[in-house]
């Protein structure tokens, strides 16, 4: 997310719905406020795209992992946000409805200039309340770096590197950091 339309538009959590999920459109909601997604480069897509593959080549059949289209729905309280992760697992058998999940066990966003404030701010705060997240990662796009927050360690940050392998313990997933850079122009 990285800049409000023209005019900030307000509109009901229901509203917002209705337009999003006929495929019109592709904004985040937070709180009643709307905003429009920004495009993506090649290497934001590579890193998303290896990360996905590898993700759905290992988890089980139980768990879903989404990219980049699938809404997150964050509720606490009276607040409501949907947001667009770049990359996301849900394991609930619960959480099926058709256009969002709201019980991840691991969300990854690629940061770039346009979103990296927000990744580390706003959605880390909403990521990080939401119960079931075990993980949230942010990984750079520009070199070879993985940021990863875990519940177990009270989402204090672990940074891997180009010579690093990662374990992803809510999806089970271990491999090196450098595969998921394998195809990113540096």
């Known amino acids: 997310m990285a800049e409000a339309l023209r005019e900030t538009v ?3 959590a229901e509203d917002y719905l209705a337009r999003e999920n006929d495929g019109a459109w592709r904004h985040e909601f ?3 406020a709307v905003f429009a997604m920004v495009g993506s480069s090649d290497r934001h897509n590579l890193i998303c795209g290896a990360l ?3 993700l759905l080549a290992h988890l089980p059949s139980r768990c879903q992992p989404f990219s980049t289209d699938m809404k997150l729905h964050i509720r606490r309280g009276q607040e409501e946000c949907f947001y667009y992760p ?3 697992v849900s394991c609930s058998a619960t959480d099926r409805d058709r256009y969002t999940r709201a019980e991840p066990v691991f969300v990854a966003e690629v940061l770039s200039a346009a979103t ?3 990744d580390r701010g706003e959605k880390f705060h909403a990521y990080t309340g939401i119960p079931s997240l075990e ?3 942010l990984l750079s796009q520009d070199k070879v770096k993985l940021e990863l927050f875990r519940r177990s360690t009270g989402f204090a940050r672990e940074t891997f590197g180009p010579e690093d392998t990662v374990a992803f313990d809510s999806v089970e997933l271990t491999l090196p950091l450098a595969a998921l850079y394998r195809r990113v122009p540096l």
Do not use: I, K, N, W
């Open 116 to 118: 990296e404030r927000t």
């Open 30 to 32: 937070v709180d009643g």
């Open 52 to 54: 996905y593959a590898a």
């Open 135 to 137: 993980e949230y990662a």
């Open 10 to 12: 307000l509109m009901s």
């Open 86 to 88: 770049d990359v996301f």
